[in-house]
């Protein structure tokens, strides 16, 4: 069956570096998506990876292996605003979207 | 960018009536469009998949007869939770694409908050 893990929870301090992991297991793949939940609202989307290795946007980055079904996302200077949920989505080959249960960031001062 | 605007963002409802949620893409055609509900600390669970002028496609357990879904035009869907029960109470968000770039990233409206008394 298609399969997303994240995990559950993760707390960091404000001004440091946290990593998020996703590991997929999907029929096919079209690319790996992360997009950011704040409480309450949509996500919001934030990268996208097919092709592996490391996409830096900003103070966001994405990886991603195929051969791994891994990817993770890095967010560095963390501030409290980026406190929220974080979906990882792996797209199969029939161009759905399988979604992560997210990874709920807490951020403290 | 793209925008997606849904409308309502809350709503309150008696047990038995319907309640009809609007999702637009304001700045682009959206060929195709994609409703979730998401429950507290849970995932997005999509519910079904429009397209302009066909029928949408339900996802397996979702009832078509009770989440009614019109994608009349290439910036309008919306979806009619008929005969509401408190149990459908949920966090509905919409989601829209192109269509002319299948991977291309989903515009998520702002979701609806749905409460049945």
């Known amino acids: 069956g298609q399969n997303i893990d994240q995990p559950t929870e993760m707390t960091a301090t404000e001004g440091a570096i946290v990593q998020i992991n996703c590991t997929y297991q999907?029929?096919?793949?079209?690319?790996l998506f992360w997009y950011q939940q704040h409480a309450g609202e949509a996500p919001t989307f934030l990268s996208y990876n097919v092709l592996d290795g490391l996409e830096e946007k900003g103070r966001f980055s994405s990886f991603l292996s195929r051969s791994k079904g891994y990817s993770y996302l890095l967010l560095k200077e963390l501030q409290m605003k980026d406190s929220a949920s974080y979906l990882c989505?792996?797209?199969?080959?029939?161009?759905?979207?399988?979604w992560g249960a997210g990874t709920k960031l807490i951020i403290k001062p | 960018g793209a925008v997606v605007s849904q409308h309502p963002s809350r709503v309150i409802c008696k047990s038995g009536t319907s309640v009809k949620i609007e999702c637009r893409s304001l700045d682009f055609q959206a060929t195709t469009m994609f409703w979730y509900r998401q429950f507290p600390k849970k995932s997005l669970m999509l519910m079904a998949t429009?397209?302009?002028?066909?029928?949408?496609?339900?996802e397996q357990g979702v009832e078509k007869d009770k989440f009614l879904i019109n994608h009349a035009s290439l910036t309008l869907s919306t979806l009619t939770v008929t005969s509401a029960h408190p149990e459908d109470s949920s966090f509905y968000i919409c989601?829209?694409?192109?269509?002319?770039?299948?991977?291309?990233?989903?515009?998520f409206g702002n979701g609806t908050r749905l409460t049945v008394t």
């Open positions: 429009s397209n302009e002028g066909s029928k949408a496609t339900y």
């Open positions: 989505a792996a797209m199969d080959s029939n161009y759905q979207l399988i």
């Open positions: 999907t029929s096919g793949f079209n690319g």
């Open positions: 989601s829209a694409g192109t269509g002319g770039d299948r991977i291309s990233p989903l515009h």
